[in-house]
């Protein structure tokens, strides 16, 4: 596996840090935790992506048990990640609606009620 | 028994959901207390059974052979199953106070207790980095949705979103960790990690791996620079939840951190680097914590900060790298739970009776308080590790940890710190319950967040508020003075830092049985620091209370002071592309401080 997959899964995770540090929408803000995330979805299908490898299905007659396949553990790995994934900005977004309808705006810098 | 600790609250926490609108709200509340009692008979029989060794669980039975396994594992030794029983005994205590406490008549909150709960506990329990991460998120979600709970409430939404996304970004980080991790080991269970990095030359790829899974777990751990959200999120959470928060939550991330380093990490990166790293942002998480606690004119923000200026110290503590300092930070940590768990109670009580916990506009109003009168006090004391309390046993032995490592600066830390954030407690606690000093000047507001009180105001202490509140202060009491204390802690600090040990008896079966010590207790000259911290902090608590008429006379005095105060007040915005900002810078000190070249 190159390397340029490991690039891009460090570069979603600085951008979507950047964005939530130059948001001026909390919408926007929770978006770029998400875009910060699927950079370790590409971290790990890349830690077991192998070429010219196949699916991890045994049993087949195409896939002997002793042929090459992509590593299952970090496929189920990204698939618990995405869940958690899911969860986490359904409840984030469920809040900034909330933030929206109890302060009228979705502004950071304008939300400053916890201060010091 | 251990994963019946993470399963039963999640199944009681389904079951609530399911009979939440035909039962009435007693049942909800015995249900849910039931079901927190059963996690802390599970979790006290696992430490029983871990003093002789390791309790460990594969799940579904997929036990190594020749020390190779595709299973789960999970590993107790006394350390973690003595925080996940912590963690059980304050939620019960948490759910006890919310009978009279939380008024909703729906079982959502129950379910995020129980929930959070199973959180905990998998986290304390397991033995797999990844079931780590798993459970790390899991009690964050729940956490977060306790913290935003009261949707009404403005300022509580907005402490819980920033929470959400800090806390998130941290996870992923660690995920990250885990991810180089794997990629390098092929491993995720924390014995197999510690066996097949036992031989590997440090590598930059390690020391990364080592970073991000540092870094995520402490987020939660609130270690500077990562500290920001704690104090906002302690000020909007009810306050039962704030007892989970810093009683337990809290210092789980720091456990997490030293969990993953000790099991996997302690050859493949060199001791003093990883204890340069934590002393240093250890000591400033404690002063920044300790600074902003004195600054606090809301009771629970000021209780935040005091976490913040405490988990420094066990940072400390625990940095060290000795498994004196682990028994220290451990006992340290229990105590600290107790006291700190009271006294956030108590700001509940103050809450429910009188509407909010602001200093200034409670000076003198609360004489009528009962009880609280003289329990606050005393908790500002235990806080400042007066003895025979546990936090002045758990300081001894964290100073003498440092003092044997060559660190003499440590117990001039302890003391500062604890003399602070008791000083801060008991200037509150005279201000508000005895009406000491002058009356605050009008507009000198800097409040910031509060809790909104539930209902009515509340006459008298029901027992359900005041039984928690004494059995914390008394278990806190009881580490200091039951005899055996010491010993034990130091037993089980020695198996939390026994590596070898700890991946031999998870893929062997075998392990060499550690010598026990037996004496341990309390040192003159540690009953001698903890005294001189609490005198220390009644008298910052008189400087609270009556300096305005002195500084009134030193105007440029005050200035001086008061400037760069007000930086670090700035830098708490409450904004969270800037806790994020902070998170990155954080992590980039603790790679650098990781990679420089060792003394």
């Known amino acids: 596996m190159s390397f340029y997959p490991y690039l891009v899964a460090v570069w979603l995770l600085v951008v979507g840090a950047f964005g939530i540090v130059r948001s001026r929408n909390l919408i926007h803000a929770i978006l770029c935790l998400s875009v910060s995330q699927s950079g370790t979805y590409v971290l790990l299908l890349a830690v077991g992506y192998q070429w010219h490898a196949k699916p991890p299905v045994f049993g087949e007659p195409a896939t002997h048990p002793t042929a090459k396949v992509v590593d299952p553990v970090v496929q189920a790995m990204t698939l618990t990640d995405i869940v958690v994934s899911a969860t986490v900005t359904a409840l984030l977004l469920a809040l900034a609606t909330q933030i929206h309808k109890r302060h009228g705006t979705l502004d950071p810098d304008e939300l400053r009620q916890l201060k010091g | 028994m251990a994963p019946l600790a993470v399963a039963v609250p999640i199944m009681v926490a389904a079951l609530i959901i399911m009979v939440d609108r035909r039962l009435p709200r007693l ?41 190779l396994s595709v299973g789960i594992v999970l590993v107790d030794d006394p350390i973690g199953a003595g925080i996940a029983l912590l963690a059980a005994a304050l939620v019960v205590l948490a759910l006890v106070f919310s009978w009279h406490y939380i008024e909703s008549e729906e079982g959502h909150y129950h379910c995020l207790m129980l929930l959070f709960l199973a959180g905990m506990e998998g986290f304390a329990l397991t ?42 970004l941290g996870a992923y980080i660690a995920l990250m960790g885990v991810g180089l991790l794997y990629a390098k080991t092929g491993q995720l269970g924390l014995p197999q990690l510690g066996r097949a990095l036992a ?50 939550m809290v210092p789980l991330g720091v456990y997490g951190a030293f969990r993953v380093y000790w099991a996997a990490f302690p050859t493949a990166i060199a001791r003093p680097d990883v204890s340069r790293a934590f002393l240093a942002l250890g000591v400033v998480t404690a002063v920044v914590g300790a600074v902003m606690c004195l600054e606090q004119r809301n009771f629970k923000r000021l209780l935040a900060y005091s976490t913040i200026a ?125 009406g000491l000093g002058p009356p605050p000047e009008e507009g000198a507001g800097q409040t910031s967040g509060d809790e909104e009180r539930e209902g009515e105001p509340l006459r008298r202490i029901p027992a359900t508020m005041a039984v928690p509140i004494l059995t914390l202060l008394g278990g806190a009491l009881a580490v200091g003075i039951l005899p055996g204390v010491h010993a034990a802690a130091e037993n089980a600090a020695r198996i939390f830092v026994d590596s070898g040990g700890y991946r031999n008896q ?94």
Not at chain 2, 29 to 44: I, M, N, P
Not at chain 2, 544 to 561: A, E, K, N, V
Request: proline share 4%; net charge neutral.
């Open chain 2, 27 to 67: 049942a909800i509340d015995l249900l849910a207390t039931a079901g927190a009692l059963a996690d802390v008979v599970f979790t006290a029989l696992i430490l029983h059974q871990s003093a002789s060794g390791r309790v460990i669980t594969w799940s579904a039975g997929w036990k190594p052979v020749h020390g």
């Open chain 2, 127 to 168: 033995g797999d980095i990844f079931d780590m991460f798993v459970f790390f998120e899991l009690m964050g979600a729940a956490a977060y949705a306790l913290t935003g709970m009261k949707i009404e409430d403005p300022t509580s939404v907005q402490g819980g979103m920033n929470f959400g996304i800090i806390n998130s």
């Open chain 2, 199 to 248: 031989h590997q030359p440090r590598s930059e790829l390690l020391v990364a791996a080592f970073v991000m899974l540092m870094a995520g777990f402490l987020v939660k751990g609130a270690m500077a620079p990562f500290h920001f959200w704690l104090a906002d999120a302690h000020a909007v959470a009810p306050s039962p939840v704030c007892v989970l928060f810093s009683g337990v």
């Open chain 2, 310 to 434: 405490h988990v420094g110290l066990f940072i400390v503590a625990l940095g060290l790298l000795t498994s004196e300092g682990v028994a220290g930070a451990a006992i340290y940590i229990v105590s600290h739970a107790g006291v700190k768990a009271a006294l956030f109670l108590m700001a509940g009580v103050l809450l429910a009776r009188y509407g909010t916990v602001d200093e200034a506009e409670l000076h003198g109003r609360c004489g009528d308080a009962g009880l609280l009168r003289w329990l606050m006090p005393v908790g500002g004391l235990a806080l400042a590790c007066l003895p025979p309390f546990g936090t002045a046993l758990g300081k001894e032995i964290s100073e003498d940890a440092g003092s044997a490592a060559g660190y003499l600066w440590v117990p001039a830390l302890f003391v500062a710190v604890s003399a602070c954030t008791g000083g801060a407690v008991l200037r509150v606690a005279g201000r508000m319950l005895f």
């Open chain 2, 506 to 599: 998870a893929l062997f079966g075998t392990a060499a049985r550690l010598p026990a010590v037996h004496e341990g207790g309390w040192s003159l000259s540690g009953v001698l620091l903890g005294l001189l911290s609490a005198g220390l902090a009644l008298g910052v608590a008189a400087v609270g209370i009556w300096s305005r008429p002195i500084t009134h006379h030193f105007p440029r005095l005050l200035d001086w002071g008061r400037r760069p105060l007000s930086v670090l007040r700035e830098l708490h915005s409450g904004h969270v592309g800037d806790y994020v900002a902070w998170l990155m810078l954080g992590l980039a000190a603790l790679g650098g401080l990781l990679s420089l070249p060792a003394r």
